[in-house]
């Protein structure tokens, strides 16, 4: 069995990574099972496809494992350039807490007509010695509603908000069948 290492610290993105995988005859390992220093690594690109490469990259050459890494975030049509790449680190930052992090962004949000948004994520998948495997782009367009609409999921806050174009419901609320049917991941 081949040993796959989905390289992220955010619990809700390591395991919709890992339900999407099931099917496929793979270990999945996760970063908790390796020891890498990662205090060096700066999601520093300018683009979701610079940041997704870098950090499989960096996680293939320090373990020798294939490597899934993916770089996502949301667009939003009012706020301009200002989440994009940079969608973890704006507002309140790394550091805030998930709920105080929304709380923030719909509280930016509330005076927005426009709430036209769209999440995007690129994977890059990378060999043990780094070598590009495969890479992907994902776009779901859909709106921010004006209050949460379903419970928070650790790591991921923006899915009780962002209501893909065709559904009635929120990521958050949605069973795995909608969620892989509506995805950007």
């Known amino acids: 069995m081949i040993k796959l290492l989905i390289a992220t610290r955010n619990p809700g993105k390591f395991l919709q990574i890992k339900a999407q995988l099931q099917d496929l005859h793979l270990e999945?390992?996760?970063?908790?099972?390796?020891?890498?220093?990662?205090?060096s690594l700066i999601e520093d690109g300018s683009t979701f496809a610079e940041?997704?490469?870098k950090k499989a990259r960096f996680y293939a050459l320090a373990t020798g494992l294939n490597t899934l890494a993916d770089d996502s975030?949301?667009?939003?049509e009012a706020l301009g350039d200002q989440l994009g790449v940079k969608t973890h680190r704006w507002g309140?930052?790394?550091?805030?807490?998930?709920?105080?992090?929304?709380?923030?962004?719909?509280?930016?949000?509330?005076?927005?007509?426009?709430?036209?948004?769209?999440?995007?994520?690129?994977?890059?998948?990378?060999?043990?010695?780094?070598?590009?495997l495969a890479q992907t782009e994902g776009i779901?367009?859909?709106?921010?509603?004006?209050t949460l609409e379903a419970p928070l999921i650790p790591g991921?806050?923006?899915?009780?908000?962002?209501?893909?174009i065709g559904s009635e419901k929120v990521f958050a609320a949605m069973n795995k069948e909608?969620?892989?049917?509506?995805?950007?991941?």
């Open 92 to 132: 309140l930052g790394e550091k805030g807490s998930d709920q105080a992090w929304v709380d923030y962004f719909l509280k930016r949000m509330e005076s927005e007509t426009n709430r036209n948004a769209q999440f995007v994520c690129h994977a890059c998948l990378v060999d043990g010695k780094g070598a590009i």
């Open 51 to 53: 940041n997704s490469l």
């Open 28 to 39: 999945i390992v996760s970063l908790n099972e390796c020891s890498v220093d990662d205090s």
């Open 178 to 185: 909608e969620k892989a049917r509506y995805s950007h991941r």
């Open 73 to 76: 975030g949301i667009i939003v």
């Open 156 to 164: 991921l806050p923006l899915s009780s908000c962002f209501k893909p």
């Open 140 to 146: 779901v367009q859909g709106i921010i509603t004006k």
